[in-house]
């Protein structure tokens, strides 16, 4: 049987609230030309600030690149309490890799965030969201929980600040366990996300990191990727 990862988490809420949510943000490193580029930390500080603000934690995901070349926002991202994220160390596509290679391009980044930080992570979002069944096996054996998205924000897309966030608070996925995704490159991200929390608690949307919004044993996964405990 195939192998499936978690789109969405499954977590109880009070019952004023409509649901949890997670946020996450992406760090990704990308190829042009054969030149591997991290995307920069320009909105780094904004971000992290403007989740403060809202009391909100969040699921950075790092690639290997990024992590060498930010070292410092790495330890920044840790102290605020935020999920770290591995996101592989070449933004490779992992379904097209060996088992050994999987682990590879899994375990080098984990060694430089606990070198950096001394946390180990624990989740992990393969690049393009491609995957199979050795990379699901792979995370298994290295105490990872695979993870996708399920609202995509298309922020990557320099979409203006009221697109970014009418994609994410009016989307048709929206809903208790839902994984929203969102870009540290985007060209209006940084400027959309206060507005963006502040429509999702209005809307009754707890958010919390995916490290607290997933089940970690005892579960399934359905066809969509939801969660449910056994």
């Not at 996450?24 to 042009?32: D, E, G, K």
């Not at 989740?51 to 070349?69: D, Q, R, S």
């Not at 590879?104 to 070198?115: A, D, Q, R, S, Y």
Request: net charge neutral; with cysteine.
């Amino acid at each position: 049987m195939f192998e499936r990862l978690i789109f969405y988490g499954l977590l109880s809420c009070s019952v004023r609230d409509s649901g949890c949510l997670s946020f996450c943000i992406y760090l990704p490193f990308v190829t042009f030309r054969k030149l591997p580029l991290p995307w920069g930390n320009d909105d780094t500080k904004d971000l992290l600030a403007t989740l403060k603000k809202h009391n909100v934690k969040a699921t950075f995901f790092m690639t290997g690149g990024w992590i060498e070349k930010y070292p410092d926002d790495v330890k920044a991202i840790a102290a605020e309490g935020h999920d770290l994220g591995n996101h592989s160390e070449n933004h490779k596509q992992m379904s097209q890799l060996s088992a050994e290679q999987c682990k590879e391009e899994l375990m080098k980044p984990h060694e430089k965030v606990k070198k950096l930080t001394g946390k180990d992570m624990i989740l992990f979002r393969p690049p393009y969201g491609d995957y199979n069944d050795t990379l699901i096996q792979v995370c298994r054996e290295n105490q990872y929980y695979a993870i996708q998205w399920d609202v995509d924000s298309l922020d990557w897309k320099d979409y203006d600040t009221a697109t970014i966030i009418r994609r994410v608070t009016e989307h048709k996925h929206l809903g208790n366990g839902s994984i929203i995704l969102c870009h540290n490159g985007g060209k209006h991200t940084a400027e959309a996300l206060d507005e963006l929390l502040s429509t999702l608690k209005e809307k009754g949307f707890t958010l919390v990191p995916i490290s607290q919004l997933i089940i970690k044993e005892n579960y399934s996964i359905d066809t969509e990727g939801r969660q449910k405990g056994k």
